[in-house]
């Protein structure tokens, strides 16, 4: 795929998740820019439940998307993270979608154990409010039953 903006990457993840979620049967909707944390509200069709979605999108085909500190303490019950992987124009991107609970604990925890480690040179690591997630077993692949609508 030929390299796009970050920022279109981002765009485009949110649209192809509001698709998604349309063609399920759901109602979707963009929230605004300044909706921090939250880039979708989705319902069911008949609104008795209603979940916030936050779209993280890459643009190389990897289970694997960065995040910021805040996804550590930012999580609710009804909160989701959606991973989208787009890997070339034209072929349907892969969703990731997970609990906003299990990306805190996850990311939290995996930032703990880099930390404990070295770098190359034998040096201490330092914080940063860069974070990763990671699906490389893809447990989470396709999980839309997870959002319960």
């Known amino acids: 795929m030929s390299k796009l903006e970050t920022q279109l990457v981002g765009v485009a993840g949110e649209y192809l998740v509001a698709g998604e979620l349309t063609l399920r049967g759901h109602l979707a909707s963009i929230t605004l820019r300044n909706s921090r944390g939250i880039d979708?509200?989705?319902?069911?069709?008949?609104?008795?439940?209603?979940?916030?979605?936050?779209?993280?999108?890459?643009?190389?085909?990897?289970?694997?998307?960065?995040?910021?500190?805040k996804s550590?303490?930012?999580?609710?019950?009804?909160?989701?993270?959606?991973?989208?992987?787009?890997?070339?124009?034209?072929?349907?991107?892969?969703?990731?979608?997970?609990?906003?609970?299990?990306?805190?604990?996850?990311?939290?925890?995996?930032?703990?154990?880099?930390?404990?480690?070295?770098?190359?040179?034998?040096?201490?690591r330092k914080n940063t409010p860069m974070r990763k997630f990671y699906d490389w077993d893809n447990e989470f692949l396709e999980r839309w039953d997870l959002l319960g609508l």
């Open 72 to 124: 550590e303490t930012f999580f609710s019950e009804n909160h989701f993270y959606v991973f989208v992987a787009i890997s070339s124009l034209g072929q349907r991107p892969n969703f990731h979608i997970i609990p906003s609970k299990i990306v805190a604990k996850t990311v939290k925890e995996g930032h703990e154990n880099w930390l404990q480690g070295t770098k190359r040179d034998g040096g201490q």
């Open 40 to 69: 979708i509200i989705a319902s069911n069709s008949d609104a008795q439940k209603t979940v916030s979605i936050q779209v993280k999108t890459n643009s190389d085909g990897r289970p694997s998307w960065i995040l910021n500190k």
